[in-house]
């Protein structure tokens, strides 16, 4: 995906958004209303995912190995995140609010077309996953 947005109503399956990059200002977008399976971002370089994980009961937003070697992009979710792991080369924190205004618009929209109060939905807490490396193999290939 290098561009355009997609809303999904309810879940998203296994390795939604991968290798997701953006291209000068063509900005990827997913909102996802559910939760997503594992995988999610795998690979990501650009772009915005937010997942809502609105009516998901017990379970966990992501499935298992969210973000693996994402090295751009930023990934927002909602909600508890207790039980899920990230691997090393991400930071997983609490949104600040400038971040937050960023995907308000997106937010909207997904509420808009799908009935759900967007007031309710933003207020709630969004933890910002991104990557820590723009190159997180590096280390694979160059002797430190």
Not at 74 to 102: C, N, W
């Given at each position: 995906?290098?561009?355009?947005?997609?809303?999904?109503?309810?879940d998203a399956?296994?390795?939604?958004?991968?290798h997701?990059?953006?291209?000068?200002?063509k900005?990827p977008v997913?909102?996802?209303?559910?939760?997503?399976?594992?995988?999610?971002?795998?690979?990501?370089a650009?772009?915005?995912?937010?997942?809502?994980?609105?009516?998901?009961?017990?379970?966990?937003?992501?499935?298992h190995?969210p973000?693996?070697g994402?090295?751009?992009?930023?990934?927002?979710?909602?909600?508890?995140?207790?039980?899920?792991?990230?691997?090393?080369q991400?930071?997983?924190?609490?949104a600040t609010?400038?971040?937050?205004?960023r995907i308000?618009?997106?937010?909207?929209?997904?509420c808009?077309?799908?009935?759900?109060?967007?007031n309710?939905v933003?207020?709630?807490?969004?933890t910002v996953?991104?990557?820590?490396?723009?190159?997180?193999?590096?280390?694979?290939?160059?002797?430190?």
């Amino acid at each position: 995906m290098r561009g355009g947005k997609i809303y999904v109503k309810g879940d998203a399956g296994y390795r939604a958004g991968i290798h997701m990059k953006e291209y000068k200002d063509k900005v990827p977008v997913i909102v996802i209303g559910g939760v997503a399976g594992s995988f999610l971002g795998e690979y990501q370089a650009g772009g915005i995912i937010v997942v809502l994980g609105l009516e998901r009961g017990d379970r966990n937003i992501v499935g298992h190995f969210p973000c693996t070697g994402m090295h751009g992009g930023m990934m927002y979710l909602r909600g508890d995140l207790s039980g899920i792991k990230f691997p090393s080369q991400v930071t997983a924190r609490k949104a600040t609010p400038e971040e937050i205004d960023r995907i308000k618009e997106y937010v909207f929209e997904y509420c808009q077309l799908f009935g759900y109060d967007v007031n309710k939905v933003l207020d709630s807490s969004f933890t910002v996953v991104t990557p820590d490396s723009k190159n997180p193999y590096k280390q694979m290939y160059v002797a430190t």
